[in-house]
């Protein structure tokens, strides 16, 4: 009842925020409301995650004439739900004070309780119908808030881009579940878990769902919608599209590819490992050349997604390969990632959000000085910065560590492409850790410390209580997953049971609080004690400098780095921090220019340094795409201005053509 209480609330804020969207409190109370549904529907996930036998299910008759809809909570949809409404509830709280500076609000906040009722529908959905139904609910009501400011040019590419990619992504998800469902047209997931898909139709199925779910979770090369639509968004939106509507994504592709399809071998996983390698090491170079504060924080997400894709592909292949242990393993990792992600970037989103209210800019190039002047919000994005770089004791380096954990295991298999391979994306996951610390150092210090570069970065102050203690919960949170790792991976293993059929503990070796997974002898970590001893170390320290130091005062300048005198442009800007990786990166694989233009001796123009980069994926693959869709599309337009004899002519071909087709089919 808690549920479906909180699921039937949200069409009704809807409509009370289009009834009274001229209204301020009416936005404020849209959202509250949405915070309490969250926080009910987090509850009720967290109730169904584990110990339970019997799932829930409900049948409606509602859906096509001989299909009920069917909806069931079961572990794995419990744990999603978990990942879900706790970023969705953040992001609501945040929203009542950040709604204000909104110039559009009126377009979004109608939109937003059934964006969140669209993405927990699809967790519970039992069925292909309401999945798809409800997938397609999603990604129409996340694309009515990001073009809700049209007025602007790259506003309007950004909704056409992911409009474009989301069609792409059920297009391929459509004929993956009509293949399980064979010609019966049983469209339940309990009967496609024991349909026979045979060799061809579970590779299409495979690689239908890997690329419907993977566009939508922002997968290279399908990931060009992703650092477009993000930071079109408000930032509370974009904090859900990039923190939690990703993970309803790998949420679709988990629940096909090892729940519904089941019979992978172990060369889907090797395969979906290298891309999750690529993805995360592409997402992570383009992240740290960006000025854009969440363009850089939507390449990010990539990253991590990739991150997560890694462990899901090596839990596919140790499962193919009958090591079921392993799987649960990797499987744990992988889903021990996608909640860290929804916590962190949620958090880095929100904090983007309060920078933009604050300053109005998004370019890192006139920020600076923040942490003086957002203490609060310079705390929490400091956390989730370091929680995104994989520092410990924090949530990042926990899932990090067990992915990596898992991938020492991975050489261990009988087939030379893992032996191979394995290593290969060992150091691509390890490249991506190091640069998405160097991304993180350079976004932070930019942003946040040395002097404003802007009048308006002077000038700006803290954001309203919501917001703060929003950015503050979560940034709590990033430092408890990373502290009590093994509570957590314990209640993972609950959604990892049904999949592996094991119930694989990490800490069976040593026990709580020691993270143990491969051997209590060759690799295992504790956040707790680290943390522990962290705090008796500062504390000794404290107690040192008080009792043996001199209690004097003594007032001294701060590193003034080499420039005394109060001028921002002697600082490190954005684009200089990250010119050394431009240079070693980017003149191959982004194809970047530096162009020097300096005047003649006397002229008094000023020189000009320009850089330009080009995006391989998108010249080299959407952009010709684009050209020739267009080009077909102009052809196929003159068919409205036939005359009737050419629709004559036009339908006797067709006619023909069809009978073709019955005849050479009835030849074979």
Known sequence: MLIAGALLSLPLLALFAVLVGRRDVGHSITYAGCFVASIALLAGGLTYLGGHDASPRLVLPLGLPWLKAHFRIDNLSA???????????????????????????????????????????????????????????????????????????????????????AAFGTFCLLPAFGLMAGPGGDFTFDAMRIKDLGLMGGFLVALLAIMGAGSKAGLVPLHAWLPLAHPAAPSHVSALMSGVMTKVALY????????????????????????????????????????????????????????????????????????????????????????????????????????????????????????????????????????????????????????????????????????????????????????????????????????????DAAQATEVSFGMRWSMVVLAVLCVVLGVIPVTVTDALSHAVQPLTGVQFAVSADLGWPWLSPVSATRGAYSGTILVMFGLALFAIAIFTVHRLGTQAIRRADPWDCGHPEDIPQTQYTSQSFAQP????????????????????????????????????????????????????????????????????????????????????????
């Open 79 to 165: 744990l999603f739900m978990l990942m879900i409404n706790l970023g969705a509830a953040a992001a609501s709280a945040f929203a009542v004070g950040y709604s204000q500076h909104l110039p559009q609000r009126r377009r979004v906040t109608p939109f937003f309780p059934l964006f969140l009722l669209a993405m927990n529908l699809v967790l519970m959905a039992d069925d292909a119908f309401i999945f798809l139904v409800s997938w397609e609910f999603m990604s129409l009501a996340s694309w009515l808030m990001v073009v809700s400011d049209h007025t602007e040019e790259e506003n309007r590419k950004a909704g056409n881009v992911y409009l474009i990619m």
């Open 252 to 455: 679709g592709m988990i629940r096909i590819l090892l729940d519904l399809h089941g019979t992978l071998s172990w060369h889907w996983g090797a395969g979906l490992m290298l891309v999750g390698g690529i993805t995360a090491v592409m997402g992570v170079l383009y992240a740290v050349l960006q000025d854009d504060l969440k363009t850089l924080l939507a390449y990010s997400t990539v990253e991590n997604i990739g991150v997560a894709v890694i462990g899901l592909g090596l839990a596919i292949a140790f499962k193919g390969d009958g090591q079921t242990e392993l799987a649960a393993l990797a499987l744990v990792a992988s889903l021990y990632h996608m909640a860290n992600h929804s916590v962190f970037k949620t958090l880095l989103f929100l904090g983007a959000g309060a920078v933009i209210s604050a300053t109005g800019h998004r370019s890192l190039t006139v920020l600076g000085g923040l942490l003086k002047r957002m203490p609060w919000t310079g705390t929490a994005f400091l956390v989730g910065a370091a929680a995104i770089s994989a520092l410990p004791p924090l949530n990042g380096f926990v899932s990090e560590w067990l992915i990596l954990q898992s991938l020492f295991k991975g050489p261990a298999m009988p087939h030379w492409a893992m032996k191979f391979g394995v290593p290969v994306v060992g150091a691509f996951l390890a490249l991506a850790a190091a640069l998405a610390a160097t991304c993180f150092v350079r976004a932070y210090g930019i942003a946040f410390l040395g002097r404003p570069r802007s009048t």
């Open 581 to 668: 990786l431009r240079r070693a990166f980017g003149h191959t694989i982004f194809q970047a220019r530096e162009t020097v233009v300096m005047p003649e001796p006397g002229d008094d123009a000023p020189a000009t340094h320009k850089v330009t980069m080009f995006d391989p994926i998108w010249s080299g693959l959407y952009a010709p795409l684009g050209r020739v869709i267009g080009w077909i599309a102009d052809h196929v337009n003159r068919l409205q201005y036939l005359t009737v004899r050419g629709y004559l002519l036009m339908m006797f071909l067709t006619l023909v053509f069809m009978l073709l087709v019955v005849a050479v089919r009835q030849q074979l």
